[in-house]
T-cell receptor, first 111, second 115 residues
Framework: QKEVEQDPGPLSVPEGAIVSLNCTYS??????FMWYRQYSRKGPELLMY????GNKEDGRFTAQVDKSSKYISLFIRDSQPSDSATYLC???????????FGEGTQLTVNP | GAVVSQHPSRVICKSGTSVKIECRSL??????MFWYRQFPKKSLMLMAT?????????EQGVEKDKFLINHASLTLSTLTVTSAHPEDSSFYIC???????????FGEGSRLTVL
């Protein structure tokens, strides 16, 4: 069983839709949860960073962490064509430890 | 914001040659740098963790003699793929951490094609 599971998609939505991306994990020691966006042939860029359980909102993006269910989500409101990318979840046990990545979900937002 | 630069972004080489990829933190000192490998439509696989001035720590299954990592300064780490073969063709990405527990910044990646 992989430590982090993420549906690779692809996911295709119309412009303006609400997008829900999810990851599950098995390592209960994970405390730091991140979402990265990766455009084609580019390196990942950090979107959201959350410690422990709860919600975090930044503009059109909301990250949720449910440690009891070992489940994290990223919601994108009013999705735009420029949001088309691969979204990777990542987790770590401590703030300085290695990241474990999900496989990434490929998202296409159609105008 | 902090920037991590990788060079070259794209390299094509013949089988049997060695290729060096550089990773630089442009406006911060990176005590720790990480090297990843990414296959098409797959996740990032951590290859090794590099701390300035010490030997890199390699992940299980990664050949140390094949993938040489040097972190000679707080702003530069290099990955050398020795005696490259077609199966080494991949997207190699570095990341750098600003201080202990600091944000992790990724480079743009280097696409290696071995003919």
């Amino acid at each position: 069983q992989k430590e982090v599971e993420q549906d690779p998609g692809p996911l295709s939505v119309p412009e303006g839709a609400i997008v829900s991306l999810n990851c599950t994990y098995s390592n209960s020691a994970f405390q730091y949860f991140m979402w990265y966006r990766q455009y084609s042939r580019k390196g990942p860029e950090l979107l959201m960073y959350t410690y422990s359980s709860g919600n975090k909102e930044d503009g059109r993006f909301t990250a949720q962490v449910d440690k009891s269910s070992k489940y994290i989500s990223l919601f994108i409101r009013d999705s735009q064509p420029s949001d088309s990318a691969t979204y990777l979840c990542a987790m770590a046990e401590t703030s300085g430890s290695r990241l474990t990545f999900g496989e990434g979900t490929q998202l296409t937002v159609n105008p | 914001g902090a920037v991590v630069s990788q060079h070259p972004s794209r390299v094509i080489c013949k089988s049997g040659t060695s290729v060096k990829i550089e990773c630089r933190s442009l406006d911060f000192q990176a005590t720790t740098m990480f090297w990843y490998r990414q296959f098409p439509k797959k996740s990032l696989m951590l290859m090794a963790t590099s701390n300035e001035g010490s030997k890199a720590t390699y992940e299980q299954g990664v050949e140390k003699d094949k993938f040489l990592i040097n972190h000679a300064s707080l702003t530069l780490s290099t990955l050398t793929v020795t005696s490259a073969h077609p199966e080494d063709s991949s997207f190699y990405i570095c990341s750098a951490r600003q201080g202990i527990g600091g944000e992790l910044f990724f480079g743009e990646g280097s696409r290696l094609t071995v003919l």
